[in-house]
């Protein structure tokens, strides 16, 4: 499966932005998908996921803030980022494992979109 992502951009602290993540392929709907993030000098971390029956995962620094969510019709992932904080500024990566859970681990995703931009100002 390829994934495409899309949606990142420049917002002001408190703001909101939708990311989203489309799959090519027909094997969408049991994959499990997650999105990750790197910030500048950082190592890339877990943000969140989503298994294929929609049981999600959340990092402690998004929790009730982000919501993950899913449409298997369109093939497509997304990341709805409320509240945003500088320091949720990062690249933001989708990426699909085979086992259509919603793991925690990088390693267990086998295939990664290109990265979207997310900088948000004070």
């Known amino acids: 499966v390829q994934l495409q992502a899309s949606g990142g951009g420049l917002v002001q602290a408190g703001g909101s932005l939708r990311l989203s993540c489309v799959a090519s392929?027909?094997?969408?709907?049991?994959?499990?998908m997650g999105w990750f993030r790197q910030a500048p000098g950082k190592e890339r971390e877990f943000v969140s996921a989503?298994?294929?029956?929609?049981?999600?995962a959340y990092d402690d620094h998004v929790k009730d803030r982000f919501t993950i969510s899913r449409d298997n019709a369109k093939a497509t992932v997304y990341l709805q980022m409320d509240s945003l904080k500088p320091e949720d500024t990062a690249v933001y990566y989708c990426a699909a494992n085979p086992f259509g859970t919603a793991t925690v681990e990088q390693l267990d995703y086998d295939n990664w979109g290109q990265g979207t931009q997310v900088t948000v100002s004070s």
């Open positions: 989503i298994n294929r029956s929609g049981g999600k």
């Open positions: 392929g027909r094997t969408f709907s049991s994959r499990g």
